[in-house]
């Protein structure tokens, strides 16, 4: 079955560290993003990536870092700069830029937690 | 970009329709509409789509007036497992990702 596989599914960070989240998929699509999710909260957008070796900051992209070095792959850094980094971080792709017209799959999330 | 606006939470009961009613007032000539649910805990779904006029498929129904300034998705006889977020978006234009509101919170009683 194509999909997107976030992993791990939780994970705890110490103050200070780096941490990577893992995202891939299957589904042959061009674009990917990373939204982080709050309690209560809708989805805001960190960074997204329309093709491999490119990626956009997106509406709170401070703090975290990305790569795109291969089209299945696009993980998020969250580094010890991102002061509030405990939250739900979901990560979804679709078949271009246009993703109204196609609409997004997400993964099943990563729960960061700062301990 | 088009704002959105849609209401914070709604209430129903088991075997209800339930309307979410979504306004989106300078939506652009070449958006489409799109609403996803979410479950606590995983991400969000893919519900339906449409441009204009009525959509319908297996789960929903999305219906688009002519000024497309508004959308408000139905669902049919809505069951416990109904309860989650409901998101309406609007495509941009150009290139850039979509952004999310926070959604509509829809809870099913018995």
């Known amino acids: 079955d194509g999909g997107i596989t976030q992993s791990p599914k939780y994970l705890f960070r110490k103050e200070g560290q780096n941490v990577t989240l893992s995202c891939e998929q299957n589904l042959n699509h061009d674009a990917m993003y990373w939204y982080r999710q709050d309690p209560g909260q809708g989805l805001r957008l960190i960074y997204y990536s329309q093709i491999v070796n490119d990626f956009q900051k997106g509406d709170i992209a401070e703090g975290y870092s990305v790569s795109r070095e291969k089209k299945e792959s696009f993980p998020l850094t969250v580094t010890s700069a991102q002061k509030n980094p405990t939250a739900f971080y979901l990560c979804?792709?679709?078949?271009?830029?246009?993703?109204?017209?196609?609409?997004?799959?997400f993964g099943s999330g990563t729960r960061l937690t700062v301990v | 970009l088009a704002k959105i606006t849609q209401p914070i939470s709604m209430d129903s009961y088991e075997g209800q329709e339930v309307n979410i009613t979504c306004s989106h007032n300078?939506?652009?000539?070449?958006?489409?509409i799109t609403w996803y649910q979410q479950f606590p805990s995983q991400g969000p779904r893919f519900i339906i789509q449409g441009y204009k006029t009525k959509v319908t498929n297996e789960v929903a129904s999305l219906f688009i007036p002519a000024d497309r300034k508004s959308s408000t998705l139905s669902l049919p006889r809505v069951s416990l497992s109904d309860t989650a977020v409901y998101y309406c978006l609007v495509g941009h234009t150009g290139r850039r990702a979509l952004t999310f509101g926070s959604g509509t919170r829809l809870q099913v009683q018995p």
């Open positions: 979804a792709s679709s078949k271009d830029l246009e993703g109204a017209a196609y609409g997004y799959t």
């Open positions: 300078n939506i652009a000539t070449n958006d489409y």
